[in-house]
């Protein structure tokens, strides 16, 4: 079976993950330290670890002070984790569209949907490929807005010749076990302010005042003052060691993510059938690789088609303003993120693919539509 996508994982990791266990803590300790250092320095900026990507939106929408009565404006293509991450902090996430060439946030209705209650905009970096971000912190200075990029695709990425995470103001990334890197579950927040940093430092263990700086010192804090809301969102010295280990790995994993997308590329460009999005992969390192289906396509038929071949295919995402959650913040209507997303394919890519697996997928893709008619939607 060829999967969409995986964790891939070498012995470093298998080692790292030893090495902890025969110290027999597991919590949070020096390891996260190490992690969160090495990523620091990756970043060129200071990064806070947490459980999961979604954990690290929401507890930099916290440190923001976003709360009930507050809108958040997001993209609808996204990850419903973006959407819940905004929604437990109380605000509304208002859902805006997309542009058809890369699936990023609308830069001109973005602008529009903004008024006295809009307190941040969360871009997301879909598939990796960062957003129009020079447009969207001209328009957060306007308006006096926090930016919190959701960058969950993009770990490694450069935006005008800068990694993302490396300037801006609060960017969050993902290290689920199939994202650019992992520690299993994970995530962190990167940002130069130094109040979101404490805060989220603080916040992630309970609220405990300064305890982070005991952990890495192998101390408890037992006597301590909370004066506000905290969450049990730490990570673990288990996770972290297999993050430094991805980290480490990050070079080799991020170019064949980057070769793999080319020959995708180089395989499907100007196809009558597949339409592919012009991404320029010496800056990005894709999380994923979707593509466009005709516009009379049966989607579900070409996946079943492809899943009998061994080949697993994605769809990323179901629009987040038509989910029932959600559905009631809709501003504008119809947008093109409806009118795109029946037509949204993701096929497979993880480093432990092949150029000859890409290969077998797009002949395979190819196929159906060369052989007969019945990838149309019946009339
Ligand atoms: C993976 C992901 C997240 C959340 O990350 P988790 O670590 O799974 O909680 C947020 N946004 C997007 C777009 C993602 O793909």
Known sequence: MIKLSKSCLSESEKENVLKVLDKEYLGMGIEVQNFENALSDFFQSTAVCVVNG????????????????????????????????????????????????????????????????????????????????????????KYNLRVIEDAAHAFGSFYDGKKIGSFGDIVCFSFDGIKNITSGEGGCVVTNDKKIIDFIKDARLLGVEKDTENRFIGKRTWIFDVIKQGWRYHMSDIMAAIGIAQL????????????????????????????????????????????????????????????????????????????????????????????????????????????????????????????????????
Request: with cysteine; proline share 6%; hydrophobic share 40%.
């Open 54 to 141: 979604t954990c690290a939106i929401q507890l930099a929408l916290n440190a923001c002070g976003i709360t009930i009565g507050d809108e958040v404006i997001v993209p609808s293509l996204t990850y419903v984790a973006s959407f819940q991450a905004i929604s437990s902090t109380g605000a509304k996430p208002v859902p805006c569209d997309i542009n058809e060439t890369d699936c990023n946030i609308d830069i001109e209705m973005l602008e529009s949907l903004i008024n006295s209650r809009t307190k941040a905009i969360m871009p997301v970096h879909y598939s990796g490929d960062p957003c129009n971000l020079t447009a969207i912190y001209i328009i957060a200075e």
């Open 248 to 379: 480490a790995r990050f070079p080799a994993l991020s170019s064949k993510r980057k070769i793999l997308a080319k020959k995708y590329d180089q395989l499907l460009v100007d196809n009558k059938f597949i339409t592919i999005f012009k991404r320029n992969y010496n800056n990005i390192v894709p999380h994923i690789y979707v593509v466009l289906l005709p516009e009379n396509a049966n989607r579900e038929y070409i996946q079943n088609i492809l899943l009998k071949q061994n080949i697993q295919s994605g769809i990323h995402y179901f629009p987040n303003h038509l989910l029932s959650l959600y559905k009631k913040n809709i501003v504008k209507t119809p947008l093109i993120t409806e009118k795109l997303f029946p037509r949204l394919l993701t096929l497979p890519l993880h480093p432990d693919l092949s150029e000859v697996d890409v290969e077998k997928i797009v002949s395979e893709l190819l196929n159906i539509f060369n052989i007969n008619t019945s990838w149309k939607v019946p009339h």
